[in-house]
């Protein structure tokens, strides 16, 4: 190896501190994650999310938000997400009370050259700043830090869940929460406040609202949002001509989670030539969902402007490559019956899913898979099955063509199942694995193809 790629390798170590490789939903696997902002920057989508984690004794309050530092993600395909390690920390921010394990949602924007990181915590000096939290900025000279706290937060603000906007005019705009929603303008310097705070009004009068995300196409500034209008929060979205508005509110971008999921807070971006919602949802934490994660889906426009709502899914965006794990868990679509989804080790939940085909002819699709162009010759296949059973796997979705039949052992381990490939089609392909056999039970973790 040169002495160069080695040098090379050191500082990656150094700088990245992990690759994640993951294109499904939930994108960031290593932590809990949640309030994604996601920005544009070159030719690299970033994310800078909160960062969830239990509270225990000493250490936040218990079964409530604990969050004491933020990393930052970034992929240049949506399938590969580089976590680059924290970025900013409570007990390194001047202002910060630093037991008070509360940085909550952040967002981040570029301007000439610097990235502004702005994120609301409590103070340690409450008589200046007052009680509960307010909004700092941290400042770097590239998106992955490392970031500066400034030492005061700014003047002026009261609230969480900061989000900036800077319109074609240069002028740039501060958002945030605090029930209903703020906004007010930036000075140059994006550190301090450069109008009268506004609040803005004309969004739903009747419950709570948070998490403002301000974006501007094709003339229309949309202030999306996420609102509780019954029980728990759902993202919504009004429209006007003018970043402070008036506003006019134009209906739900998602529902409300089926499972319960009380907060879920988003950012939206347009990334070669593609919308994107990215949102949180508690999937690593089913029964507690004050430990999130950050997901992705497609997000579309109709011709007036207005937006599709964004049907949540576990397949999430970006192209996979055959060659990778394909976590068939993450499905596209699924069988009626006799197909489910499980946690692999429901202890260590971070390991994972797994698909369980239970009864004859169920199935799972997975979609959006490249197979290149060059023959793939074998495909393998992670299970594990108590009663053994085969496996159909297509290509061309599940009335495709059966371009592999996996026959898997009766095990109490998982199992590496190689078979050869019969038939090779090329591109992109929806791949499904299917049971053909009548009470038998198989598990599968991934499959692979090479
Ligand atoms: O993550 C803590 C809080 O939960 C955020 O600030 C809100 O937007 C909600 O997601």
Redesign the pocket.
């Known amino acids: 190896m040169k002495k160069q790629k080695i040098s090379w390798i050191v500082l990656s170590i150094f700088m990245c501190f992990s690759f994640i490789g993951i294109a499904q939903n939930p994108i960031i696997r290593n932590q809990y994650s949640?309030?994604p902002s996601a920005r544009v920057f070159g030719d690299r989508v970033y994310v800078y999310p909160?960062h969830d984690i239990l509270s225990t004794e000493g250490k936040g309050r218990k079964d409530w938000?604990c969050?004491e530092d933020y990393h930052v993600f970034s992929s240049d395909n949506l399938i590969d997400w580089t976590d680059h390690g924290m970025i900013v920390q409570q007990n390194k921010v001047p202002w910060v009370r630093p037991d008070s394990y509360s940085m909550?949602?952040p967002d981040c924007i570029e301007r000439n050259g610097k990235y502004y990181f702005y994120f609301?915590s409590t103070p340690k000096d409450t008589i200046t700043y007052g009680k509960g939290f307010t909004i700092g900025v941290a400042i770097a000279d590239k998106p992955s830090g490392p970031f500066i706290p400034e030492s005061n937060p700014i003047k002026g603000v009261k609230g969480?869940?900061p989000n900036v906007f800077i319109d074609k005019d240069g002028q740039a705009y501060l958002y945030w929460s605090s029930r209903d929603i703020f906004g007010a303008k930036l000075k140059a310097n994006m550190l301090e406040l450069d109008s009268e705070v506004k609040i803005l009004g004309d969004l739903p009068s009747k419950g709570l609202k948070?998490?403002p995300y301000v974006f501007e196409r094709n003339g229309i500034y949309y202030m999306t949002y996420?609102h509780v209008e019954n029980k728990i929060e759902r993202l919504e979205y009004a429209i006007s001509d003018n970043p402070l508005g008036p506003f006019k509110v134009m209906g739900t971008i998602m529902d409300e989670s089926p499972t319960g999921c009380w907060?879920n807070?988003h950012s939206i971006i347009e990334f070669k030539n593609q919308w994107y919602l990215f949102y949180h949802h508690n999937d690593y934490s089913p029964t507690f969902d004050k430990a999130r994660s950050v997901r992705a889906d497609f997000l579309t426009f109709n011709l007036d402007g207005t937006i599709n709502k964004v049907i949540p899914t576990l397949r999430g965006i970006g192209v996979t490559s055959a060659v990778n794990e394909i976590q068939m868990d993450r499905y596209s679509n699924i069988s009626e019956k006799g197909t489910s989804i499980a946690f692999v080790d429901a202890v260590d939940t971070f390991k994972g899913w797994k698909t369980v085909l239970s009864q004859s002819n169920a199935w799972i699709e997975y979609n959006t898979v490249d197979f290149g162009k060059k023959r793939l010759k074998s495909v393998t296949v992670k299970a594990l099955s108590s009663t053994g059973g085969i496996l159909q796997i297509r290509t061309n979705g599940i009335n495709g063509t059966v371009i592999a039949e996996v026959k898997i052992p009766v095990s109490t381990t998982w199992q590496d199942i190689k078979v050869p490939v019969k038939k090779f089609e090329s591109g992109i392909q929806n791949v499904s694995v299917q049971l053909t056999d009548n009470n038998k039970q198989v598990e599968v973790d991934w499959i692979s193809f090479e």
């Open positions: 949640a309030d909160s938000f969050m909550w949602a609301p969480i869940d948070e998490g996420p907060t807070h």
